[in-house]
């Protein structure tokens, strides 16, 4: 069944992101491969994301996706191939220096991964309170991205207390409340209904259009991408909506891994009019 069809050509015009050189990459991938256990994972793999550029990275199950993140943020390191981070090349950085440059960048991991013993509050504030920020300072800025995320009213509950999709909505408020420059989104709906899903998708919007922070995003559904592709976040509203005469966002583009390859690397547009057979049976 097709889950989506896009007829429109048109681009909305968006700024960049504030904090970063426009014409600078955050990220790049050189021809970067990895193996476990003698098990090729990832074969020669290459592509930019521009500052303010969402990249949502699709492909079926195993196929690397989540290895990819982990390699983006120097958890793994290649066996062959280069990794630049902000400009520094982070598959030889010692793990001293890449401490520092995840202060950078805020990871929001399959299934929320929330520290159950821990309050809402206290796992929002995990990062601030290892960098050792003052009381008041913690307090302002969790209560801020907790409003962000609309769960003000969780914050002395635990994650148990919580449904599914409101833990991964803690997720996301605990991968920005340090204002990262780079967000990794792994699979953030996963395992969630429709209306949930939307919901999330809805924060990741959010947070690209209001903050424009750069973000590599695994997902499976295709309508979770789709409708990052084709909304924006109107502030004045509180929502996200659908772009106007059919607009696509220029920010966002399309990954597609399969066979231990990146098959695909370009706009929304170019996805769906893909002539690939494997990418025209994905999508369909």
């Given at each position: ?16 992101a504030p904090?970063e ?10 021809n970067?491969?990895i193996?476990f ?5 990832l ?6 994301v521009?500052?303010g ?24 390191r ?8 902000f400009?520094?090349?982070i ?14 960048i805020?990871?929001?991991?399959q ?9 809402v509050?206290d796992n ?19 209560l801020e ?6 769960l003000?009213h969780?914050i002395?509950?635990?994650p148990s ?12 408020a605990r991968?920005?409340v ?15 209904d429709?209306?949930?899903?939307t919901t ?8 690209r ?9 695994v ?12 909304h924006?976040f ?11 005469d ?19 690397d ?8 893909s ?10």
């Open positions: 069944m097709v889950l989506f069809s896009i007829m429109a050509t048109a681009e909305l015009t968006r700024p960049a904090s050189d426009p014409k600078q990459p955050v990220v790049v991938f050189e970067v491969s193996s256990d003698r098990n090729e994972v074969r020669d793999i290459s592509f930019k521009m500052p550029e969402s990249r949502i990275v699709l492909g079926p199950a195993g196929c690397g996706k989540s290895v990819l993140l982990k390699l983006a943020n120097g958890l793994l290649p066996d062959s191939g280069r990794i630049f981070v400009g520094n090349e598959d030889v950085m010692p793990e001293e220096e890449l401490f520092k440059l995840r202060d950078r805020g990871m929001v991991f299934e929320g991964a929330l520290f159950d013993s821990m309050t509050r929002v504030a995990y990062r601030l309170i290892e960098e050792h920020a003052s009381a008041e300072d913690i307090n302002r800025r969790v991205v907790l409003r962000f995320v609309e003000e969780t002395d509950k635990y207390e919580l449904s599914g999709g409101m833990r991964r909505r803690v997720a996301i991968a920005i340090s204002k990262p420059d780079l967000l990794l989104y792994d699979s953030p709906t996963g395992g969630l429709p209306i949930t899903s999330i998708i809805e924060l990741v919007v959010k947070q259009d209001v903050s424009h922070t750069s973000s590599l995003l997902t499976h559904r295709l309508q979770d991408a789709f409708t990052m592709a084709t924006y109107d502030q004045q509203q509180n929502k996200m909506v659908p772009l106007p059919g607009q696509l966002d220029p920010q966002t583009s399309f990954l597609m891994l399969h066979d231990r390859k990146l098959v695909f370009g706009t929304t547009e170019e996805l769906v009019h002539t690939d057979p494997f990418i025209k049976d994905y999508l369909e």
